[in-house]
Antibody
Framework: DVQLVESGGGLVKPGGSLRLSCAAS????????MSWVRQAPGKGLEWVGR??????????DYAAPVKGRFTISMDESRNTLYLQMRSLRIEDTAVYFC???????????????WGQGTLVTVSS | DIVMTQSPDSLPVSLGERATINCKSS????????????LAWYQQKPGQPPKLLIY???TRESGVADRFSGSGSGTDFTLTISSLQAEDVAVYYC?????????FGQGTKLEIK
């Protein structure tokens, strides 16, 4: 079964950094397109960014609010996706989910399955 | 960015009755080569991640109950639950994947009347 498990969330001060991990099992992560999606407390869903599968170049795209501050990467040996977050702002406070991006040969698409999420709180 | 607008924000429905949630895109989301609209629906229960229900407007994800169906064209789309069950209480989101960034509707909270 495909499973995604996020970790690394916590409390960080404004301007600080944090790295989130998304450990994958049941599939090879570098064979998939992967996205991060966040959800501020009590709010809706916001796409953060994606990384293409290795075969498609492994390049990344980011949402405007995080571009230049967040970096998505993969470690094939650990079968893990990462989200490096820098210069964190109060408005980055959210639960961060990783998800498989697309399926059936179509990518930059729907999201599923999802991990259970990890909470990032940015506060002084 | 494409704006997705759902209605209503909150929907009380009696058990066994039909529930209908609407989603409108600010522009066309028709994939030119596939001739399909790039629209997905998710269900999110409290404390859980979203769950993919439907993609390509009307294709049900494997394992999703057949009381869930999607329809629509142009810029107007609908998620229908034919006979509401207690376990369907959740927030439902639509999402377009026609262009980057992918964007979601604001969510519709479905509750029991």
């Amino acid at each position: 079964d495909v499973q995604l498990v996020e970790s690394g969330g916590g409390l960080v001060k404004p301007g600080g950094s944090l790295r989130l991990s998304c450990a994958a099992s049941g599939f090879i992560i570098t064979n998939a397109w992967m996205s991060w999606v966040r959800q501020a407390p009590g709010k809706g869903l916001e796409w953060v960014g994606r990384i293409k599968r290795k075969k498609d170049g492994g390049t990344t795209d980011y949402a405007a609010p995080v571009k230049g501050r967040f970096t998505i990467s993969m470690d094939e040996s650990r079968n893990t996706l990462y989200l490096q977050m820098r210069s964190l702002r109060i408005e980055d406070t959210a639960v961060y989910f990783c998800a498989i991006d697309g399926s059936s040969g179509f990518y930059e698409a729907w999201f599923g399955p999802w991990g259970q999420g990890t909470l990032v709180t940015v506060s002084s | 960015d494409i704006v997705m607008t759902q209605s209503p924000d909150s929907l009380p429905v009696s058990l066994g009755e039909r529930a209908t949630i609407n989603c409108k895109s600010s522009q066309t989301i028709l994939h030119s080569s596939k001739r399909k609209n790039c629209l997905a629906w998710y269900q999110q229960k409290p404390g859980q991640p979203p769950k993919l229900l439907i993609y390509w407007v009307s294709t049900r994800e494997s394992g999703v109950a057949d009381r869930f169906s999607g329809s629509g064209s142009g810029t107007d789309f609908t998620l229908t639950i034919s006979s509401l069950q207690a376990e369907d209480v959740a927030v439902y989101y639509c999402q377009q994947y026609y262009s980057t960034p992918p964007t979601f509707g604001q969510g519709t909270k479905l509750e029991i009347k």
